[in-house]
């Protein structure tokens, strides 16, 4: 019996989009009856709207056959981008891979095959569920939950908690106090290993109060680039490019006792954004008709980002591409010919002084290092004075009043904060503008005060004060500062 021409074309295009629709099958889950294996670089789960995939890969920057369990862009097919890795620093060194819920409920990952398997990682969650399910969402987490709870968005444990060198829209970075987890960004080690590199990034907290966190880039434990603290919009001393990114994505920081974050939605949608640490923290989009990452903006943005480049006591400026160091006032460079090593005190006096000050101003500087810092939420500018005059280790305060409603550098929700020790880490946006506003005419030894006002991108002057004082022995000067961001 012969068919006519177009029904053979017919059955021929159904057979087809029958075997398509079968290789194409989203599955987003894993149940616990379910073993899923190493496929070759295909993903073993695709999330819902096909944003995000989970499979196990080999870096392409590597000759090596080791294999990764990770999460990259799904539709981003001809650059994969590598999100998040399970077993970063365990690679397995063939493609016998496998992926399961045990019999506690935790996602497992082994290597071998049969009876020859080894573990290689695991979810490691204490929490019982009644039916566990591992679930790959459209942000990009993966979840593990329990189906039996009606709550689909309780979960026992999600990647997000354990970041890798990428930050996702709806990513939470910083500290979950009750459980002691900081969730914090790591390099990979080179392109073709992803095992934890020298660089962090993440929310440093000040003892013993968490007053004022500060963003920070580690390499190491040195210290590369500050950013801090949260000032209401953004963190105090970025870029007004960085301040209106936060302010345009969604950005929220949360403070309070159990919880210090920051988090950030994108507000197009439509945008595939991420941040990225490698070499340093990239703010990244991708552009589809270029097939290409872009980097938008990069921190540290110049040398003057790179924490102490001047030193102690003086601040940096940038002037062309060139990092320029000056001295704060009433202070001496401690080598003339390297001014980067810093700056001290070129007069002392005893620290119950009673001379009259003398005041200066300046315009537009970055708040020193908070590390050392004692800070009040409800004081008076004449108690913070008090406060600092009475504590001959105090070498600075700032006071914030916040009058008119603008945003001061100075943590949220803070009035009052004091510095200990040297002063690290200030800089000046432009060139410095410095004014003699008034002295005492004597001719004695002083105490000297600057007035530090602060004029911010959005065009605000905070009012503010801050008091440089250094002690040798028994001996003191006094710095006072208004105002800085």
């Not at 053979?8 to 899923?36: C, G, H, K, Q, Y």
Request: charged fraction near 20%.
């Amino acid at each position: 019996m012969e068919f006519p021409s177009f029904l053979v074309t017919l059955l021929v295009v159904l057979s087809l989009f029958s075997l398509s629709t079968t290789t194409f099958a989203v599955v987003d889950t894993i149940r616990p009856s379910e073993i899923l294996r190493d496929n070759n670089n295909t993903a073993i789960l695709v999330s819902k709207q096909g944003t995000f995939a989970l499979g196990f890969f080999t870096p392409t920057a590597t000759s090596s056959k080791n294999r990764y369990l990770g999460i990259w862009y799904n539709k981003i097919t001809g650059n994969q981008t590598v999100v998040w890795v399970a077993n970063r620093c365990e690679p397995i060194k063939d493609s016998s891979s496998s992926l399961t819920i045990n019999n506690k409920g935790n996602l497992v990952l082994f290597s071998g095959h049969s009876n020859n398997r080894v573990l290689v990682w695991s979810t490691n969650s204490s929490k019982q569920a009644w039916e566990p399910l591992v679930q790959l969402l459209d942000d990009g987490n993966l979840v593990l939950r329990d189906d039996k709870d009606a709550n689909t968005t309780k979960y026992l444990w999600e990647s997000f908690d354990y970041p890798t060198d990428t930050m996702l829209p709806g990513m939470i970075l910083g500290w979950d106090l009750k459980r002691g987890l900081n969730r914090r960004l790591s390099s990979w080690k080179s392109s073709d290993d992803p095992c934890h590199g020298d660089l962090t990034y993440g929310i440093e907290l000040d003892e013993p109060d968490h007053i004022a966190p500060q963003l920070l880039i580690r390499n190491g434990s040195s210290i590369l680039y500050r950013e801090g603290p949260w000032r209401g919009v953004s963190f105090g001393g970025t870029s007004n490019y960085v301040s209106v990114f936060w302010k345009n994505s969604g950005y929220e920081f949360v403070h309070n006792k159990d919880e210090i974050y920051f988090t950030y939605n994108s507000q197009n949608k439509s945008l595939i954004s991420r941040i990225f640490l490698s070499q340093r923290i990239s703010y990244m989009r991708w552009v589809e008709e270029q097939q290409v990452w872009e980097s938008y903006y990069r921190i540290p943005g110049d040398k003057c980002d790179i924490y102490g480049t001047c030193g102690a006591n003086s601040k940096c400026t940038i002037m062309g591409d060139k990092p320029i160091c000056q001295c704060l006032q009433g202070f001496e460079p401690k080598n003339q010919n390297n001014l980067s090593q810093g700056c001290m005190m070129n007069n002392f006096v005893s620290c119950n002084d009673k001379e009259k000050d003398v005041f200066y101003l300046t315009t537009e500087l970055k708040v020193p290092e908070t590390k050392y810092t004692w800070a009040s939420k409800s004081m008076k500018l004449d108690e913070c004075n008090a406060k600092c005059l009475s504590n001959c280790s105090c070498s600075a305060y700032g006071y914030n009043s916040n009058l008119d409603g603008s945003i001061s550098d100075l943590a949220i929700g803070t009035e009052c904060v004091l510095w200990f020790g040297d002063l690290f880490d200030t800089r000046n946006p432009k060139a410095p503008k410095e004014t003699l506003v008034g002295s005492n005419g004597n001719s004695k030894v002083k105490k000297a005060v600057i007035i530090i006002a602060v004029i911010l991108f959005i065009g605000l002057v905070l009012i503010g004060y801050y008091i440089y004082r250094r002690r040798c022995i028994n001996v003191l000067k006094a710095i006072n500062l208004e105002s800085f961001s």
